[in-house]
């Protein structure tokens, strides 16, 4: 390499050849301001992930034909999936980015990997700054200047850790941060086959970076959510109907330890009673979502519509889904809700919401499948077992549910007392 091109922080440090020639095609390819200047690169090191990076500067005109905005964590398996959120044109924030750039704003620190390996005509690939960088080349001078750092010869695992980290000064949702946490596991796509082979996502889209969007796209919290509890459930070997079971909510904004588990030991793709259960779900939350947008009375509500998809509903959906496993006809009617709901939606959705239990809870109670705590999974996971036994009926209706969160409090009162013999 060129003492011309480039010096580094301190001469101690070791670079290794496949690094070397990526710095060296860097300067020889890229057009940036230093270069058009004859100037030297500083190049730095960063001790915590093990990296080379450079700060530089580039015109607006060289910039646009370069960059790529749609960079993945895996390019090797995963090529398909970016790393970056959908970009949000309509946001107040990125309107005044827009506003700046057209009057000569000179934007910096833009987060950059250099990489050849996939779309080779675009090598810039954004890991941090995606709206600074649809503000520049819709809105820049051609002649304006910014500023980048680049980074060079990044393996997946220090990929993800740089565009976490460039992406924490900004409002960034924890299921985006899902999203690439589950790009970095090995082997990849368990999760999104799983997706893919339920009905959960079509083949080629992906996980929501955000759970509230437009196209209802499912979360990874919400898919990772859904195995856990089926396998807790599933493991569970005590008398279910007389105790007061919780489930569980996958944390969110990275790894979630008990996901991670389980990730290494199964392959979800080819568990038959997963997906079998998977199928069955996304039959429920079909049923659900035909109903409600088509009744008056329930069509206006979207929560209606989506109900199946509540966090607390699927994890209660799952664990039941998991410890009926062992009960083959209370499985079978258990799944056969959507069917037996007939013309009227699966879950109840307006019984659901009106419910309160008097004495119990409190006046802000917005209904059954509102809120996420144990208490609310609890009550549903019973409701759910209420309904798969032989003599319930055919619906979810009013009575049941309030017997069933009455079975609930009184195991988990019994369970409390246990605690004092």
């Known amino acids: 390499m060129s003492s011309k091109k480039f010096i580094f922080q301190d001469k101690k440090i070791k670079i290794d050849s496949d690094t070397t020639k990526i710095l060296d095609d860097f300067f020889d390819t890229i057009p940036t301001l230093e270069k058009e200047l004859e100037k030297t690169l500083l190049v730095l090191f960063d001790s915590k992930t093990k990296v080379f990076y450079t700060l530089c500067n580039i015109k607006k005109k060289n910039f646009v034909g370069l960059v790529d905005k749609n960079a993945v964590i895996d390019p090797d398996l995963q090529e398909d999936y970016k790393l970056n959120r959908d970009l949000q044109p309509n946001n107040p924030d990125f309107k005044e980015m827009q506003n700046d750039a057209s ?70 949702s924890p299921d985006l941060l899902d999203r690439m946490e589950e790009q970095r596991l090995d082997p990849p796509n368990k999760l999104r086959d799983f997706a893919y082979a339920i009905g959960l996502l079509e083949k080629g889209k992906d996980f929501a970076d955000s759970r509230v969007n437009p196209n209802n796209l499912p979360t990874v919290r919400m898919a990772r959510t859904f195995i856990v509890n089926f396998y807790k459930g599933r493991e569970y070997e005590e008398d279910y109907d007389s105790d007061a079971l919780e489930g569980m909510i996958c944390s969110s904004s990275g790894m979630d330890s008990d996901y991670e588990k389980i990730y290494k030991i199964k392959n979800f793709a080819e568990d038959e009673k997963l997906v079998g259960a998977g199928k069955k779900f996304i039959e429920l939350h079909k049923k659900q979502y035909k109903i409600a947008s088509n009744r008056e009375g329930l069509k206006q509500v979207k929560a209606h519509r989506m109900k199946a998809m509540a966090i607390a509903v699927v994890s209660a959906w799952s664990y039941v889904s998991g410890l009926l496993q062992r009960d083959s006809k209370r499985l079978s009617k258990f799944y056969d809700l959507p069917k037996n709901s007939g013309k009227n939606d699966p879950l109840n959705a307006k019984a659901m919401t009106a419910f309160q239990l008097k004495g119990v809870d409190p006046e802000a109670y917005r209904g059954l499948g509102t809120r996420t705590d144990a208490k609310e999974r609890g009550r549903l996971i019973t409701i759910f077992l209420e309904y798969s036994k032989a003599a319930s009926g055919d619906e979810i209706n009013p009575t049941l549910l309030d017997r069933a969160v009455r079975y609930y409090q009184g195991n988990k009162m019994r369970k409390e007392g246990d605690k004092y013999k």
């Open 103 to 172: 009057k000569g704003r000179q934007f910096t620190d833009i987060v950059v990997e250099y990489n050849k390996q996939y779309k080779p005509d675009r090598p810039l690939k954004i890991l941090g700054g995606q709206h600074r960088a649809e503000a520049i080349e819709q809105k820049s001078p051609d002649e304006s200047v910014h500023g980048l750092r680049i980074y060079f010869n990044l393996d997946k695992d220090k990929r993800a850790e740089i565009a976490i980290i460039s992406n924490t000064n900004i409002d960034i």
